[in-house]
């Protein structure tokens, strides 16, 4: 049996290899070679996962290649990336800040180019593009070919104006204290790289998408709250500094 867009469903077997990955929701397996395998840990369906990467990848970005949707949805089996992740690369290399930046904003704008389907999730802001709505040096991987944008939960139809706020968000105020050495290496370099992106774009039209934006990540229960005063203060300072450019009358 098949999904909407073509990926194979299929029951679970006996091919499960080693965990090579957690995320919040969900883990990452071993699953033959070159491959691995994707699985909610909420047994909730990941399925529209697949099928947003499968919509993208025939339009040319780059996202995984999808192979199954497994176990009613609750797992996929995808290429499997070689390669470290933006965040390493950076904490590694940090005067390579800048290029990485880039990577960044011409994924933004790559992905900002796709018209949304109409079966994906719709913001509030009334937006038709695509957004990924997580695009943070964690969810890019450097693989042989190039960067590879991953983990397509929070994918939606949206403006591109929202997708640049919570990469601005979730990058200058993250916290990356237990991700070990290497992320906390490269934490006092996370509002630089989020300015430098930015500055790649229109920065007065996105400030104001940062207070929704905002407001909604505090309500997530992933986000930590030193994160929710650092998004709100960058928010109340992007503000400020919006309203003292305003011309007067």
Do not use: K
């Not at 071993?30 to 840990?41: N, S």
């Not at 025939?58 to 995808?78: C, Y």
């Not at 994906?120 to 991987?141: M, T, Y």
């Not at 505090?218 to 400020?240: F, I, K, N, S, Y």
């Amino acid at each position: 049996m098949r999904s909407g867009d073509g990926a194979t469903l299929r029951p679970v077997g006996d091919e499960l290899g080693p965990l090579l990955a957690r995320g919040r929701d969900g883990d990452i397996f071993e699953f033959g070679t070159g491959r691995v395998l994707r699985r909610a840990r909420d047994g909730r369906s990941i399925e529209h996962e697949a099928r947003i990467m499968d919509y993208l990848g025939a339009r040319g970005f780059s996202v995984p290649a999808i192979h199954e949707v497994r176990a009613s949805g609750t797992e996929i089996v995808m290429d499997r990336v070689v390669g470290p992740t933006m965040l390493a690369a950076v904490s590694r290399r940090p005067w390579t800040l800048a290029r990485h930046a880039r990577v960044l904003a011409d994924l933004h704008r790559q992905l900002h180019e796709i018209d949304a389907p109409d079966w994906l999730p719709q913001l509030a802001d009334g937006g038709d593009r695509v957004v990924h709505l997580d695009l943070h040096p964690l969810n890019v991987l450097y693989g042989p070919r190039g960067p590879v944008l991953i983990d397509w939960t929070n994918a939606a139809r949206g403006r591109a104006e929202t997708d640049l706020a919570q990469t601005w968000l979730i990058v200058a105020a993250a916290d990356t204290s237990d991700l070990g050495c290497v992320a906390r290496f490269a934490a006092p370099l996370q509002a630089h790289l989020a300015h430098l992106v930015i500055r790649e774009f229109d920065r007065d039209r996105i400030v104001p998408f940062l207070r929704p934006v905002a407001e909604s990540r505090a309500r997530d229960r992933h986000v930590r709250p030193g994160e929710v005063q650092a998004m709100h203060r960058l928010t109340d300072r992007e503000e400020r500094r919006l309203t003292r450019r305003a011309p007067t009358r």
